[in-house]
């Protein structure tokens, strides 16, 4: 029994056919119009030729054509109802709860129901569809719909999986118009109107914060409440009680509305902020979803795309090597391979056993394919899948509690400068209290009268003082600094995942790299193969191998020739596609960049297309007429624990053909024969040591060439071989037992595929070494290939080989330089005295520090050196790290190495969680592998993680400059209002004033000194060291320095001003005549101008001369600089009563010393360097 839909033209009318051919001996057809779905159901005479009572027979074209002549004539009407927008069976609910149930019943169940609402098309129609129904009615008898029904026959009997099999498949054909071959249509009214039916498959994600919201939570930090209180408490004091009699108000209420007016200022930047992080947030997810694609069949072509744009009835092409979490609810199709699909489920169950999943069994979304292959008919997705409604209730709790905004968590560094700012907090209250205490005491001691409104001035300078001293601009700082570094990173191909990634990278003391596609440009070429004891190696660029191959006078014969393209077509994946032009060049491919080189080869080499030999080859094809000989295939995937790929078919004349491809060293150590220039393609002779070495010298001379080499290789098996049994005398690369059928194999040919190296890389990886940054390269190629690359990259120079050496080869390098993954395992485990195996923390730690490559590598391997690199404490032992220096010229880094780790398979996801920074490939990499990474590299390219940690280091050298300014101000601000304090009970900065340097501090500066951009002198530093303070010592010299000059300048004019400039004393003219004084205006305008020239100096860190160098690159500084500026010429001028300044601001003469007294900043900071640079001879500096 089986169910097809096939396709026939006739007259210029596509008529689609769905066959029915029943377990009988005789039956008739019925020809009848149907709907778009099925247009006849058909009975047919005969049987299958395997006897098999339960496999379905499809009659051949020929016979549909000899026997149906009203096929010719039917023709479609334009029923409403009609066509690819026909309205379907089954709801969006029905499938939901089919994926929720997850039975034979409920497919059953679901059968019965949609074969009953098929809906008509054209007239006349009655027969065919009851014809339908009566056929799936029997099929969901057999399947049963009842609990009882579940024992009626064994659900693990091969009549049951074949029924399954039927029901996935009518399900995907009838109900839901998709042919399992051929997938639905690629028409977007057809893909809209299954979207608008069924549902779109992104999930609606979480509400936004509005803005009100976000004001209202900004608004409740502990000091903008004080603020607030105070600010109406001072308008309610000064308008009412605080009048003398008679008095009139007129602009009393200024300076409390000024007050109020800052605050509301903080509020609306920091709510800003907030809701573009919201937008910044959802940007970024948009950008993962978008890198987050599957392999769909639609119209009958492979296709890539997002996961949003999947729809119910699409075809997904999954395998365990390329295929990460499903994307939705489905149903697997048949027939079987390799006995089904292996799934680990526990994402949403939580147990870790391997499910199996056969034909019509149903495969939930975020479940991930372990083991096989196989093809997957989508049914629900999105809210209606049984993770979405998951994810949808986890969104409404998060909502009624409150939650914050997925991903929105506080980064190390966060964390590390909030205890810095509450230690600043601590001294800030103190300070404020000791002004209070200080003011009141000047004030009101020794019985002078206490009038309220000064009270609440005092109260409100406190206050002020506190504010000014909280840095609250740092965790804004480093959030600004994180947010902008990872939008900025995106544009240099690094999408950030986590904001912390970004400062962590700023540590990075290791880089372990994969060698395909990050250091080369994963476009593999088939450059060189040996086949038939001739070596042809194709020098030329510009010339193919097959052409070179085929113009050669010692080009192998036909039959040779016929059978690499036969072998690399079968055993090569579904996944994998190439199209090649008539020059034999490459136009498009997918999959496995590797099986692209060989495909292509194998189009151009042999005289027929590799399409075409899948389709013509039983047990290797799924389309047509063959799809029901697949089960009789068996595929063995590529693990890195096997090294090799191979797939048997069966043969015309009996019995199978395995057809391997894998490791050139794996493969030719079980291979018995070969061919030689004398024989044949059916003439093998034994492969003796002799050949055996020959073969691995012609590899040996492809990877000392930067070649990959990949054997291929043949067995003929009998029938009845039992593919599951083990070969007692051959080990997999990882030393468990291989299959026997894997074995005794006959070699075919030995192909050295190339990929060139990025030509980007080179530079890179010497900018790593000059910024203190290690590359080892982690790879699954052959020690020789894997040299090659590494020393024209620049991750091995000369002095890692041995003295006297010229040939840049693996047995060439000095001890530990390179190994292999097996040597590896052998050196840093050991067993413990129970006689389990552990790793040796001490072995590795004599192997780590000379490793550079790291050949024939496994995903465990790179799990063991994130590991051992992330646990060593070798910097710890001084005598050992001088030991390394003296001997071997290594220095070791002062602390605990932070790793940064690529990798592109799912098996690589443990080690890029387990390192710092987890980097995956974005062109390249699997869903699991972007999914466990911390960054994702848009472009899978070396370069890009380079740029990466340069903006990394950026990261902590915004925030240091943002410390180097706040603190300057703190130390100033502060300091003036104590002493202003002390001398006449008043500081000479007013509340108003000192809220606006306050925002200048925390929104302003932040944002100017955050959206830095980084230079290449960052990379010549050494990486941060995470154990010391962010505060550098040349920082407490800057700092202090600065301080130390604007304190100066501002206590000259305090207590000089009034004898110089001849203006009177601001303390007289306050309290006497109740007036804002031009003293204590001269003194806020000199202070702001200190500040904003101060503010470029703290551009530099490392004491550079030029502190405007690239300061016009960056034009956010520039005009946030200039807006400050322009601010300032409007307060003092005009601010008036609200701003606390005298009436008509300064003169000419004084704003010229104001601004003078900024630009002294500039030189005194000369001078700072100056003594820094004397001081810094005599001891260690820790810059």
Same mark, same amino acid.
């Given at each position: 029994?089986?169910?097809?839909?096939?396709?026939?033209?006739?007259?210029?009318?596509? &008529?689609?056919? &769905?066959?029915?051919?029943?377990?009988?001996?005789?039956?008739?057809?019925?020809?009848?119009?149907?709907?778009?779905?099925?247009?006849?159901?058909?009975?047919?005479?005969?049987?299958?030729?395997?006897?098999?009572?339960?496999?379905?027979?499809?009659?051949?074209?020929?016979?549909?054509?000899?026997?149906?002549?009203?096929?010719?004539?039917?023709?479609?009407?334009?029923?409403?109802?009609?066509?690819?927008?026909?309205?379907?069976?089954?709801?969006?609910?029905?499938?939901?709860?089919?994926?929720?149930?997850?039975?034979?019943?409920?497919?059953?169940?679901?059968?019965?129901?949609?074969?009953?609402?098929?809906?008509?098309?054209?007239?006349?129609?009655?027969?065919?569809?009851?014809?339908?129904?009566?056929?799936?009615?029997?099929?969901?008898?057999?399947?049963?719909?009842?609990?009882?029904?579940?024992?009626?026959?064994?659900?693990?009997?091969?009549?049951?999986?074949?029924?399954?099999?039927?029901?996935?498949?009518?399900?995907?054909?009838?109900?839901?118009?998709?042919?399992?071959?051929?997938?639905?249509?690629?028409?977007?009214?057809?893909?809209?109107?299954?979207?608008?039916?069924?549902?779109?498959?992104?999930?609606?994600?979480?509400?936004?914060?509005?803005?009100?919201?976000?004001?209202?939570?900004?608004?409740?930090?502990?000091?903008?409440?004080?603020?607030?209180?105070?600010?109406?408490?001072?308008?309610?004091?000064?308008?009412?009680?605080?009048?003398?009699?008679?008095?009139?108000?007129?602009?009393?209420?200024?300076?409390?509305?000024?007050?109020?007016?800052?605050?509301?200022?903080?509020?609306?930047?920091?709510?800003?902020?907030?809701?573009?992080?919201?937008?910044?947030?959802?940007?970024?997810?948009?950008?993962? $979803?978008?890198?987050?694609?599957?392999?769909?069949?639609?119209?009958?072509?492979?296709?890539?795309?997002?996961?949003?744009?999947?729809?119910?009835?699409?075809?997904?092409?999954?395998?365990?090597?390329?295929?990460?979490?499903?994307?939705?609810?489905?149903?697997?199709?048949?027939?079987?391979?390799?006995?089904?699909?292996?799934?680990?489920?526990?994402?949403?169950?939580?147990?870790?056993?391997?499910?199996?999943?056969?034909?019509?069994?149903?495969?939930?979304?975020?479940?991930?394919?372990?083991?096989?292959?196989?093809?997957?008919?989508?049914?629900?997705?999105?809210?209606?899948?049984?993770?979405?409604?998951?994810?949808?209730?986890?969104?409404?709790?998060?909502?009624?509690?409150?939650?914050?905004?997925?991903?929105?968590?506080?980064?190390?560094?966060?964390?590390?400068?909030?205890?810095?700012?509450?230690?600043?907090?601590?001294?800030?209250?103190?300070?404020?209290?000791?002004?209070?205490?200080?003011?009141?005491?000047?004030?009101?001691?020794?019985?002078?009268?206490?009038?309220?409104?000064?009270?609440?001035?005092?109260?409100?300078?406190?206050?002020?003082?506190?504010?000014?001293?909280?840095?609250?601009?740092?965790?804004?700082?480093?959030?600004?600094?994180?947010?902008?570094?990872?939008?900025?990173?995106?544009?240099?191909?690094?999408?950030?995942?986590?904001?912390?990634?970004?400062?962590?990278?700023?540590?990075?003391?290791?880089?372990?790299?994969?060698?395909?596609?990050?250091?080369?440009?994963?476009?593999?070429?088939?450059?060189?193969?040996?086949?038939?004891?001739?070596?042809?190696?194709?020098?030329?660029?510009? &010339?193919?191998?097959?052409?070179?191959?085929?113009?050669?006078?010692?080009?192998?014969?036909?039959?040779?020739?016929?059978?690499?393209?036969?072998?690399?077509?079968?055993?090569?994946?579904?996944?994998?596609?190439?199209?090649?032009?008539?020059?034999?060049?490459?136009?498009?491919?997918?999959?496995?960049?590797?099986?692209?080189?060989?495909?292509?080869?194998?189009?151009?080499?042999?005289?027929?297309?590799?399409?075409?030999?899948?389709?013509?080859?039983?047990?290797?094809?799924?389309?047509?007429?063959?799809?029901?000989?697949?089960?009789?295939?068996?595929?063995?995937?590529?693990?890195?624990?096997?090294?090799?790929?191979?797939?048997?078919?069966?043969?015309?004349?009996?019995?199978?053909?395995?057809?391997?491809?894998?490791?050139?060293?794996?493969?030719?150590?079980?291979?018995?024969?070969?061919?030689?220039?004398?024989?044949?393609?059916?003439?093998?002779?034994?492969?003796?040591?002799?050949?055996?070495?020959?073969?691995?010298?012609?590899?040996?001379?492809?990877?000392?060439?930067?070649?990959?080499?990949?054997?291929?290789?043949?067995?003929?098996?009998?029938?009845?071989?039992?593919?599951?049994?083990?070969?007692?005398?051959?080990?997999?690369?990882?030393?468990?037992?291989?299959?026997?059928?894997?074995?005794?194999?006959?070699?075919?040919?030995?192909?050295?595929?190339?990929?060139?190296?990025?030509?980007?890389?080179?530079?890179?990886?010497?900018?790593?070494?000059?910024?203190?940054?290690?590359?080892?390269?982690?790879?699954?190629?052959?020690?020789?290939?894997?040299?090659?690359?590494? $020393?024209?990259?620049?991750?091995?120079?000369?002095?890692?080989?041995?003295?006297?050496?010229?040939?840049?080869?693996?047995?060439?390098?000095?001890?530990?330089?390179?190994?292999?993954?097996?040597?590896?395992?052998?050196?840093?485990?050991?067993?413990?005295?129970?006689?389990?195996?552990?790793?040796?923390?001490?072995?590795?730690?004599?192997?780590?520090?000379?490793?550079?490559?790291?050949?024939?590598?496994?995903?465990?391997?790179?799990?063991?050196?994130?590991?051992?690199?992330?646990?060593?404490?070798?910097?710890?032992?001084?005598?050992?790290?001088?030991?390394?220096?003296?001997?071997?010229?290594?220095?070791?880094?002062?602390?605990?190495? &932070?790793?940064?780790?690529?990798?592109?398979?799912?098996?690589?996801?443990?080690?890029?969680?387990?390192?710092?920074?987890?980097?995956?490939?974005?062109?390249?990499?699997?869903?699991?592998?972007?999914?466990?990474?911390?960054?994702?590299?848009?472009?899978?390219?070396?370069?890009?993680?380079?740029?990466?940690?340069?903006?990394?280091?950026?990261?902590?050298?915004?925030?240091?400059?943002?410390?180097?300014?706040?603190?300057?101000?703190?130390?100033?601000?502060?300091?003036?209002?104590?002493?202003?304090?002390?001398?006449?009970?008043?500081?000479?900065?007013?509340?108003?004033?000192?809220?606006?340097?306050?925002?200048?501090?925390?929104?302003?500066?932040?944002?100017?000194?955050?959206?830095?951009?980084?230079?290449?002198?960052?990379?010549?530093?050494?990486?941060?060291?995470?154990?010391?303070?962010?505060?550098?010592?040349?920082?407490?010299?800057?700092?202090?320095?600065?301080?130390?000059?604007?304190?100066?300048?501002?206590?000259?004019?305090?207590?000089?001003?009034?004898?110089?400039?001849?203006?009177?004393?601001?303390?007289?003219?306050?309290?006497?005549?109740?007036?804002?004084?031009? =003293?204590?205006?001269?003194?806020?305008?000199?202070?702001?101008?200190?500040?904003?020239?101060?503010?470029?100096?703290?551009?530099?860190?490392?004491?550079?001369?030029?502190?405007?160098?690239?300061?016009?690159?960056?034009?956010?500084?520039?005009?946030?600089?200039?807006?400050?500026?322009?601010?300032?010429?409007?307060?003092?001028? $005009?601010?008036?009563?609200?701003? =606390?300044?005298?009436?008509?601001?300064?003169?000419?003469?004084?704003?010229? $010393?104001?601004?003078?007294?900024?630009?002294?900043?500039?030189?005194?900071?000369?001078?700072?360097?100056?003594?820094?640079?004397?001081?810094?001879?005599?001891?260690?500096?820790?810059?």
């Amino acid at each position: 029994m089986y169910l097809e839909r096939m396709k026939f033209r006739a007259h210029g009318t596509v &008529v689609v056919v &769905v066959a029915w051919a029943f377990p009988a001996w005789g039956g008739t057809i019925h020809a009848s119009p149907m709907s778009s779905a099925s247009a006849f159901s058909t009975s047919f005479a005969g049987w299958d030729a395997r006897n098999d009572p339960w496999r379905g027979f499809r009659p051949r074209r020929s016979m549909m054509r000899r026997h149906h002549p009203m096929i010719a004539n039917a023709v479609p009407t334009k029923d409403d109802t009609c066509g690819p927008n026909a309205p379907f069976s089954v709801s969006s609910e029905d499938l939901g709860e089919l994926s929720s149930e997850r039975t034979h019943r409920a497919l059953a169940l679901l059968l019965e129901k949609a074969s009953r609402n098929i809906p008509p098309c054209l007239p006349g129609q009655e027969e065919s569809l009851e014809n339908d129904r009566v056929q799936i009615e029997s099929l969901v008898k057999r399947l049963g719909t009842s609990e009882d029904d579940i024992d009626r026959y064994a659900l693990e009997s091969e009549r049951h999986i074949h029924d399954m099999e039927l029901a996935a498949n009518a399900l995907a054909t009838v109900i839901l118009r998709s042919k399992p071959e051929e997938g639905i249509t690629n028409e977007k009214s057809d893909i809209d109107f299954r979207r608008e039916t069924f549902g779109s498959n992104a999930i609606t994600p979480k509400e936004l914060d509005s803005f009100l919201k976000l004001c209202l939570e900004a608004v409740q930090d502990f000091v903008l409440i004080m603020l607030i209180v105070l600010g109406i408490i001072d308008i309610f004091v000064e308008t009412t009680i605080g009048l003398e009699e008679g008095e009139t108000c007129g602009h009393c209420w200024f300076e409390g509305a000024a007050i109020l007016g800052a605050v509301l200022i903080v509020v609306l930047v920091s709510a800003t902020i907030d809701y573009q992080k919201q937008f910044a947030f959802v940007k970024l997810t948009r950008s993962l $979803y978008e890198t987050n694609t599957k392999m769909v069949i639609r119209g009958g072509r492979q296709l890539s795309v997002i996961d949003d744009e999947i729809v119910v009835g699409d075809i997904l092409s999954v395998n365990a090597h390329n295929l990460a979490s499903i994307p939705a609810d489905c149903v697997v199709l048949g027939p079987p391979i390799n006995v089904g699909l292996q799934m680990d489920e526990a994402c949403l169950t939580g147990e870790s056993v391997l499910i199996t999943k056969n034909p019509g069994d149903i495969v939930l979304s975020g479940t991930t394919v372990v083991q096989g292959s196989g093809k997957l008919l989508v049914i629900a997705l999105g809210i209606n899948s049984v993770a979405g409604k998951i994810k949808a209730r986890v969104y409404e709790s998060s909502d009624a509690e409150g939650g914050e905004l997925e991903g929105d968590s506080q980064s190390p560094l966060f964390m590390k400068l909030e205890a810095l700012a509450k230690k600043i907090g601590m001294a800030g209250t103190a300070a404020a209290l000791l002004s209070l205490a200080t003011n009141c005491i000047k004030g009101f001691a020794f019985g002078s009268e206490v009038h309220t409104n000064v009270l609440i001035e005092y109260i409100v300078v406190a206050i002020t003082v506190l504010a000014v001293a909280v840095p609250e601009g740092l965790p804004l700082a480093v959030t600004l600094a994180l947010a902008f570094s990872s939008s900025r990173m995106m544009k240099d191909q690094n999408l950030v995942k986590t904001l912390d990634a970004c400062e962590t990278m700023g540590c990075a003391t290791t880089i372990c790299t994969d060698k395909t596609g990050t250091l080369t440009a994963n476009k593999m070429t088939a450059r060189a193969m040996y086949i038939n004891g001739t070596d042809f190696t194709c020098a030329d660029p510009a &010339v193919a191998l097959a052409d070179f191959v085929n113009g050669n006078k010692d080009r192998p014969n036909e039959k040779m020739l016929e059978l690499v393209s036969k072998l690399i077509s079968i055993d090569t994946m579904d996944e994998t596609t190439v199209d090649i032009d008539p020059d034999g060049n490459i136009v498009s491919s997918t999959g496995n960049p590797t099986e692209v080189a060989l495909l292509a080869l194998a189009s151009t080499l042999g005289s027929t297309n590799y399409r075409d030999i899948r389709e013509s080859t039983r047990g290797r094809s799924d389309k047509g007429e063959l799809s029901e000989f697949l089960v009789e295939g068996k595929q063995f995937q590529f693990t890195s624990a096997r090294k090799m790929m191979s797939w048997a078919v069966p043969l015309i004349q009996g019995g199978y053909r395995i057809y391997c491809k894998g490791a050139s060293e794996v493969l030719l150590a079980r291979c018995n024969y070969h061919f030689t220039k004398e024989s044949s393609a059916n003439d093998a002779v034994e492969l003796n040591d002799a050949s055996r070495q020959v073969i691995l010298g012609v590899g040996e001379l492809y990877a000392r060439r930067g070649m990959r080499t990949l054997a291929l290789a043949y067995r003929d098996l009998p029938d009845g071989v039992d593919f599951e049994a083990k070969s007692d005398s051959v080990l997999n690369a990882d030393g468990s037992e291989a299959n026997e059928v894997e074995t005794k194999l006959t070699f075919v040919a030995l192909v050295g595929i190339e990929d060139p190296l990025r030509p980007e890389v080179p530079r890179a990886i010497d900018k790593c070494y000059e910024a203190g940054i290690d590359v080892r390269m982690v790879t699954g190629d052959a020690p020789n290939t894997a040299v090659s690359i590494a $020393y024209q990259a620049g991750i091995l120079k000369d002095y890692h080989f041995a003295p006297g050496t010229d040939e840049k080869i693996a047995i060439n390098l000095k001890p530990n330089v390179l190994m292999e993954g097996k040597t590896f395992r052998k050196n840093v485990f050991r067993l413990d005295e129970y006689g389990n195996k552990v790793f040796d923390q001490s072995a590795f730690d004599k192997i780590w520090p000379h490793l550079r490559v790291m050949a024939r590598s496994s995903p465990d391997d790179k799990l063991m050196l994130a590991h051992g690199l992330t646990q060593s404490t070798l910097y710890t032992d001084q005598s050992a790290c001088d030991q390394l220096k003296n001997d071997d010229n290594i220095s070791v880094f002062p602390d605990r190495q &932070v790793v940064a780790m690529t990798g592109d398979g799912t098996n690589d996801a443990p080690a890029l969680k387990r390192a710092d920074i987890g980097f995956a490939m974005g062109i390249a990499g699997t869903q699991i592998a972007k999914d466990a990474a911390d960054i994702i590299l848009l472009d899978d390219n070396f370069a890009s993680i380079v740029t990466a940690a340069k903006w990394g280091r950026n990261v902590y050298a915004s925030i240091q400059k943002f410390l180097q300014f706040q603190l300057t101000v703190n130390i100033s601000a502060v300091v003036t209002a104590l002493v202003g304090s002390f001398a006449y009970a008043k500081s000479p900065l007013a509340a108003i004033q000192l809220l606006w340097v306050n925002l200048i501090m925390d929104a302003l500066a932040s944002l100017a000194l955050a959206s830095e951009p980084p230079t290449d002198e960052l990379l010549k530093r050494d990486p941060v060291n995470r154990s010391k303070s962010i505060i550098t010592t040349r920082m407490w010299w800057n700092m202090l320095g600065q301080a130390g000059y604007q304190l100066g300048v501002i206590f000259f004019i305090l207590f000089a001003g009034p004898s110089i400039w001849g203006f009177l004393p601001g303390d007289y003219v306050e309290r006497e005549l109740k007036e804002n004084s031009e =003293h204590y205006t001269f003194i806020f305008n000199s202070f702001v101008w200190m500040q904003l020239f101060n503010e470029v100096n703290a551009r530099s860190l490392h004491g550079e001369f030029n502190v405007f160098k690239d300061i016009l690159k960056n034009q956010l500084f520039c005009g946030i600089l200039l807006s400050t500026a322009t601010l300032q010429v409007i307060m003092v001028q $005009y601010g008036g009563e609200a701003m =606390h300044v005298s009436e008509g601001g300064l003169s000419g003469e004084l704003w010229g $010393y104001s601004i003078a007294f900024g630009v002294g900043s500039i030189p005194i900071q000369q001078v700072i360097n100056k003594l820094y640079a004397i001081q810094s001879l005599n001891g260690e500096n820790d810059e």
